[in-house]
């Protein structure tokens, strides 16, 4: 198909705006041992998603149950006229405890342990990603889930030592 595509953003496109908040506690339980334990929340919405204008949503189904479109009606003269909107979300919450040991004046030994729950309804990652779209760009709440990035847990256990002049 020789028909050109074209980009543009919708005239009520919005920044993003990301609410974030954490709480967390620390304390040495013996010499040289300290456990931490952080929780943290953010809700994000006015995330960049896109659509294509070029398409047209029919009364059709697919025999799984997903919506059919009709392609190059709109603008029969082009490809895909791909809108970028403000229109996705996403919802994190996580949880991390951490152990910290110092096994000497120069060695010390640190683990972690990460549980994260992140949803969203169009995992993006901005202008970049231009291969995403909703399975159904009309209801893009449908698309509602665990984000593409989502680590359920994670485990870090990490060592160091202590070098001069602040050097680790």
Same mark, same amino acid.
């Given at each position: 198909?020789?028909? %050109? ?5 919708? %005239?009520?496109?919005? =920044? ?29 919405? *006015? ?7 070029? #398409? ?31 229109? /996705?979300? /996403? =919802?994190?919450? @996580? #949880?991390? #405890? @951490?152990? *910290? ?9 640190? /683990?972690?342990? @990460?549980?994260? =729950? ?27 889930? /665990? ?5 359920? *847990? ?15």
């Amino acid at each position: 198909d020789l028909r %050109p595509r074209i980009y543009v953003y919708d %005239p009520q496109f919005e =920044n993003p705006e990301t609410l974030r908040m954490s709480v967390g506690y620390e304390r040495e339980f013996f010499t040289d041992f300290s456990v931490g334990i952080d929780l943290i929340y953010s809700r994000s919405r *006015h995330l960049q998603n896109k659509q294509d204008q070029n #398409l047209v949503l029919t009364d059709e189904l697919t025999v799984d149950g997903r919506t059919v479109y009709q392609w190059g009606t709109v603008y029969p003269e082009l490809g895909q006229v791909i809108m970028f909107n403000s229109k /996705a979300r /996403a =919802n994190a919450r @996580t #949880l991390v #405890l @951490t152990a *910290h040991k110092r096994l000497s004046n120069l060695w010390f030994l640190d /683990a972690s342990y @990460t549980w994260s =729950n992140i949803r969203d309804n169009g995992t993006n990652f901005g202008a970049s990603n231009y291969s995403y779209f909703p399975e159904d760009q009309f209801d893009i709440d449908a698309d509602w889930g /665990a984000a593409d990035f989502d680590v359920r *847990h994670k485990i870090v256990v990490s060592g160091g030592v202590y070098l001069p002049y602040d050097f680790m």
